[in-house]
Nanobody, 118 residues
Framework: QVQLVESGGGLVQPGGSLRLSCAASGSIFSIYGMGWYRQAPGKQRELVAT???????NYADSAKGRLTISRDNAKNTVLLQMNSLKREDTAVYYCYAEVHSPIIRDYWGQGTQVTVSS
């Protein structure tokens, strides 16, 4: 069984920063793609950023220049550094990982709330 546990959400003022962390644990052979999605109230879940095992990244247009995704393959973790936060970044943020354990499937974290408000 594989689990993803997120941390780092909270309340921040507009223009502030937060760093989200997601750690995968369990019977893991390898992790391929990892990433972050978010879901705001009344909206569908949307892509924020993804990162391949080799480090190549993909960002939603809304994230470019403000959010940075990174990963530590040795620790099975993925991070999301969020700077210059805006009210519209308010959402529940979910991490995912494409895990080989021994079959290959996607796993999701439970979500962490990010609220940007003054």
């Amino acid at each position: 069984q594989v689990q993803l546990v997120e941390s780092g959400g909270g309340l921040v003022q507009p223009g502030g920063s937060l760093r989200l962390s997601c750690a995968a644990s369990g019977s893991i052979f390898s992790i391929y793609g990892m990433g972050w999605y978010r879901q705001a109230p009344g909206k569908q879940r949307e892509l924020v950023a993804t990162i391949a095992r080799g480090g190549s990244t993909n960002y939603a247009d809304s994230a470019k220049g403000r959010l940075t995704i990174s990963r530590d393959n040795a620790k099975n973790t993925v991070l999301l550094q969020m700077n210059s936060l805006k009210r519209e970044d308010t959402a529940v943020y979910y991490c995912y990982a494409e895990v080989h354990s021994p079959i290959i499937r996607d796993y999701w974290g439970q979500g962490t709330q990010v609220t940007v408000s003054s």
